[in-house]
């Protein structure tokens, strides 16, 4: 019975010692398995490319479940090298193969798996260049000083041929990477260009179930405990500054470009144009619409009045029927040229304002990384305001658009837009359209804090109820 005993004893050492001497290959197995999985991903349904956000074959669904399992397969493979890695170290492989050798064995019949020696090493070689082959597209380069980077890859450097934007390549990607997802990286100037710099800087926090102040306390807590937290601060502060950089001068692009292309297309491409088509003066119609009309006629009934009231007060002499029609005259062919100027104006502003908006959606379009940098740009710049300023933010807004008096403003601003494009004021149309869109757009803003505020911030949500009530 004690025999049997420790003989089952010793037989469980033995498979426990075979288990402990066959994990280095266990885990670079189970490592390469995860590189397959990921290279079946990327032969099936990215055509053999990275895995990347910007897919057009897939829905924004399917690119995060493709998403997701590129972070697992990522994290296994980060796990399990280091497993093999550190096993290997741990286990002394040259003192087994003595001992082998030592009983009567050779160094061909050793085996792994019915390998010899020499074909198990080539096998591992094997599969560590393949997921080294894997990996290295979702591993990102090592920061480097950005007054370093040379000025084809520094992307605060623009080309001297191209000054109204910063290129990039667009064959990038946002794939997270698996040893932090979160974090961006500036690109190495020997190895990368200004794409991957743009990338990252588009990365935005995600939200989460606690608190975000609660999760920056966290967060600043284990960077001071972290021996590299000063560069650390540097890095961040370089990504936040060359962020800020590409933001505001993306914001300046959007708004000075299509202001000057609205007027030097209105005084020297379309205007030139639409006076040389309309009619002469003398035979062109003087108002384009019946409002400009009956400003004309009020202006021209309150010059008479004004005229009239200083001969009784004696302001001025005495005029004759003949002069007072002759001056009458003279103010209506002068009312008439201004209304006219008013109504060619307005034609005018029709085709430079189109040309305006189609220079805004080109920059849009071949501007889509600045846009989503933009985009991270200011949401970190709002969810970094305190609570109380996001409360008096969204009061101020709601109460400017859609509040008590928001239809007197949105009144003025349909009268502007009508006399901008010389349209006839429609009364029905602005009452219709006061008593609509407010409404819709109060009802977006609340959808908005309920969905998203309501998830990011809770307290700043809190803050809002408290100080509109």
């Not at 179930?209 to 961040?236: M, W």
């Not at 009364?427 to 757009?441: C, G, H, K, W, Y």
Request: with cysteine; charged share 25%.
């Amino acid at each position: 019975m004690k025999t049997s005993t420790w003989t089952q004893f010793v037989q469980v050492l033995r498979r426990a010692n075979r288990w402990y001497k066959d994990t280095p290959d266990r885990a670079l197995d189970q490592a390469y398995d995860a590189a397959l999985r990921i290279k079946a991903i990327e032969d099936e349904h990215f055509q053999g490319g990275k895995i990347t956000q910007d897919s057009d074959y897939h829905s924004d669904r399917v690119l995060s479940y493709f998403n997701s399992e590129l972070k697992k397969c990522l994290k296994i493979i980060q796990t399990r090298l280091a497993e093999f890695n550190t096993s290997r170290s741990i286990l002394n492989l040259s003192e087994s193969l003595n001992s082998a050798q030592t009983n009567g064995s050779t160094a061909k019949k050793i085996s792994i798996e019915g390998l010899s020696l020499s074909d198990h090493t080539a096998l591992i070689c094997e599969k560590l260049n393949f997921i080294d082959s894997i990996t290295e597209k979702y591993t990102p380069p090592k920061p480097e000083l950005i007054n370093d980077l040379s000025p084809e890859l520094n992307p605060l450097v623009t080309p001297k041929n191209d000054t109204s934007r910063l290129r990039f390549s667009s064959s990038g990607d946002k794939t997270p990477t698996p040893e932090n997802s979160e974090t961006l990286e500036l690109p190495n100037s020997s190895t990368s260009d200004p794409q991957q710099l743009r990338k990252e800087l588009t990365k935005g926090s995600e939200t989460s179930v606690l608190p975000r102040s609660l999760l920056r306390t966290f967060g600043r807590i284990r960077r001071e405990l972290n021996p590299e937290s000063e560069e650390e601060v540097i890095k961040n502060y370089r990504k936040s500054k060359v962020k800020t950089i590409i933001s505001v001068r993306f914001i300046l692009l959007l708004i000075l470009v299509p202001l000057l292309t609205q007027q030097l297309a209105k005084n020297f491409l379309v205007g030139p144009i639409v006076d040389a088509v309309l009619p002469q003066p003398e035979n062109a119609q003087v108002f384009l619409n019946i409002d400009l009309e009956e400003e004309a006629f009020m202006e021209l009934h309150r010059y008479r009045e004004q005229l009239e009231f200083k001969q009784m007060i004696g302001l001025v002499p005495k005029l004759e029927p003949e002069e007072m029609e002759e001056k009458i005259q003279e103010k209506a062919v002068e009312i008439a040229e201004e209304y006219q100027g008013l109504g060619s104006s307005a034609i005018k502003n029709v085709f430079a304002d189109l040309l305006s908006v189609v220079t805004f959606g080109v920059i849009l379009y071949t501007n889509k990384k600045e846009i989503e940098i933009l985009k991270s740009f200011l949401g970190d710049l709002i969810y970094g305001l305190s609570d109380s300023a996001k409360a008096f933010i969204i009061i101020l807004l709601t109460d400017m658009f859609v509040g008590f008096h928001s239809p007197h403003g949105w009144e003025v601003i349909l009268e502007s837009i009508a006399r901008h494009f010389g349209l006839p004021e429609n009364r029905d149309f602005n009452f219709l359209f006061i008593a609509t869109f407010p409404v819709i757009l109060d009802a977006v803003f609340k959808y908005w804090i309920f969905r998203y505020l309501n998830r990011s911030s809770p307290s700043a949500v809190s803050t809002y109820k408290t100080m509109n009530e």
